[in-house]
């Protein structure tokens, strides 16, 4: 079963949509698993927001097949070095989903070492976006304001965390089974 699509922003806006699509959604789990589920929605939410910093037409959604529950949040967002980072450091195993086996983990490494001290994304189409902005979010992220909870709650409350960026995209993909 898929919920519907919510379109989040960094304003706040979607936030009670989410939650209150994530109550319907657990409808069907016991009261503890259902403040679960709706723990790991606002933590899920918090985490991307404060590491993104401004997100503008994110989408979030939830599916499930049983007792396995999956949480997505995709955004067309541009990322600096430092955001793309902690973005990656929040996933399970730590890598970058997008880019699997052999070649992609060369790609990878490829696209990091090409953007040191430079916007990862210039190498894709990102006429849409401000440089400046992801250079301005880098600093929030890399200023010790951001004490890194929301991943400490998320990573203790879930099974698998998948973090994809690629392109400009970058789909947080959350998993827990009840």
Not at 74 to 79: H, N, P
Request: proline share 1%; net charge negative; charged share 20%.
């Amino acid at each position: 079963m898929k919920s519907k699509t919510i379109a989040i922003h960094s304003t706040g806006d979607g936030f009670r949509d989410a939650n209150q699509e994530t109550e319907q959604m657990a409808a069907g789990l016991d009261s503890e698993q259902s403040l679960s589920l709706c723990l790991i929605t606002e933590e899920m939410l918090s985490l991307f927001n404060s590491v993104t910093g401004s997100v503008n037409n994110a989408e979030f959604w939830l599916e499930n097949e049983g007792s396995l529950y999956t949480l997505h949040l995709t955004v067309q967002q541009k990322l600096g070095n430092v955001q793309r980072q902690e973005l990656i450091k929040s996933s399970s195993s730590g890598t970058n989903e997008a880019y699997k086996g052999f070649l992609g983990t060369l790609k990878e490494i490829f696209i990091q070492a090409l953007s040191v001290g430079k916007d990862i994304d210039q190498y894709y189409d990102s006429s849409s976006y401000s440089s400046q902005a992801a250079d301005l979010s880098d600093e929030v992220i890399s200023s010790p304001k951001w004490d890194k909870f929301e991943r400490s709650v998320l990573l203790s409350l879930v099974d698998n965390i998948r973090i994809s960026i690629k392109g400009g995209v970058v789909d947080l993909i959350v998993t827990k089974q009840f």
